[in-house]
């Protein structure tokens, strides 16, 4: 049996997770980081990704809009700023967030606000990830 880890996750709205587990895997902004009972420390940017956490034979998982990784030897941490399990995620409100996306991207003009670009660029990304759990 392998050994296990504490793993918690908490987003900036208070919502939080927490379990005994035996392998995180997880998207970093330098690449995908497997972690596991005794891991040597660590301190990474998660971007828009998701993530899964082995618990015994199973898998569950996670979609993630970014945070910060803690990791010491005998606890993890995720400060997100948002996450959803898979099975919270509501497709079709999930799908509904993708067109209002891409229908802001399609009316933005060459000309208009960076900002408002980048907003409707990361409200895809976001929705895209979410989706991509669900398959």
Do not use: C, W
């Amino acid at each position: 049996m392998a050994k296990k880890f504490l793993f918690t996750i908490i987003s900036a709205d208070g919502k939080s997770f927490e379990a005994q587990i035996d392998e995180l895997n997880v998207e970093t902004t330098d690449g995908v980081v497997g972690i596991l009972a005794g891991h040597l420390p660590l301190v990474a940017h998660l971007k828009i990704s998701n993530f899964n956490i082995k618990i015994d034979n199973s898998f569950k998982y996670f979609a993630i809009t970014g945070g910060i990784l803690s990791v010491e030897k005998d606890k993890t941490i995720i400060l997100a700023d948002a996450f959803e399990e898979s099975s919270e995620i509501d497709k079709k409100r999930v799908l509904r967030a993708k067109e209002r996306a891409e229908n802001r991207l399609n009316g933005l003009a060459l000309n208009d606000n960076d900002f408002d670009r980048k907003r409707a660029e990361l409200a895809l990304e976001r929705a895209l990830n979410r989706l991509k759990i669900l398959k």
